[in-house]
T-cell receptor
Framework: QKEVEQNSGPLSVPEGAIASLNCTYS??????FFWYRQYSGKSPELIMS????GDKEDGRFTAQLNKASQYVSLLIRDSQPSDSATYLC?????FGAGTRLTVKP | ETGVTQTPRHLVMGMTNKKSLKCEQH?????MYWYKQSAKKPLELMFV???????ENNSVPSRFSPECPNSSHLFLHLHTLQPEDSALYLC?????????????FGSGTRLTVV
């Protein structure tokens, strides 16, 4: 069974801090990795994609991929209350259950 | 209309009813998907269509029947559902079925089976 695992949280960080979200996947053949943000009552929204080992930065977001460890992470710098949401990790077409993040003012 | 549109937004149906969910994408994508989202569980991939052909069917019960008449439209026909089928049903599209560039999701249909 191909699985994507995430800590369910909730993860709580103060405003301005760095939020770190982690994900592992079981299918070593996975090629594409994504982070989606889902606000309560809304559908998932793609925020980051990463395909090769290393870091990829986009504004306040940094995605990290380590294929040897089958590990993907998302760092959110200078966290804002508007970042409070559930973050879903995906490997190809398989999703994790999501980590709920709360950023406290 | 832009993006991925799903109708209806909410649906309540009895176990003996027949209903259909509709999805339309205006992005020129070639692949469309149905996912089921239940509370505190990962999104469950149900069906994948690429250029109107079904390329994946993840052991979904036959009471769910997909239809893809063209690359812009996707339906999910429902009949004799069970209460445990109550969930958020999400339609998504991508440029190709390998989804190298990720998905664009619709707003979802919140289904309640009574």
């Amino acid at each position: 069974q191909k699985e994507v695992e995430q800590n369910s949280g909730p993860l709580s960080v103060p405003e301005g801090a760095i939020a770190s979200l982690n994900c592992t996947y079981s299918d070593r053949g996975s090629q594409s990795f994504f982070w989606y943000r889902q606000y309560s009552g809304k559908s998932p929204e793609l925020i980051m994609s990463i395909y090769s080992n290393g870091d990829k930065e986009d504004g306040r977001f940094t995605a990290q991929l380590n294929k040897a460890s089958q590990y993907v992470s998302l760092l959110i710098r200078d966290s804002q209350p508007s970042d409070s949401a559930t973050y879903l990790c995906a490997a190809d077409m398989r999703f994790g259950a999501g980590t709920r993040l709360t950023v406290k003012p | 209309e832009t993006g991925v549109t799903q109708t209806p937004r909410h649906l309540v149906m009895g176990m003996t009813n027949k209903k259909s969910l509709k999805c339309e994408q205006h992005l020129g994508h070639n692949a469309m998907y149905w996912y089921k989202q239940s509370a505190k569980k990962p999104l469950e991939l149900m069906f994948v269509y690429s250029l109107e052909e079904r390329v994946e069917n993840n052991s979904v019960p036959s009471r769910f029947s997909p239809e893809c008449p063209n690359s812009s439209h996707l339906f999910l026909h429902l009949h004799t559902l069970q209460p445990e089928d109550s969930a958020l049903y999400l339609c998504a599209s991508s440029q190709d079925w390998i989804a190298d560039y990720g998905y664009t999701f619709g707003s979802g249909t919140r289904l309640t089976v009574v």
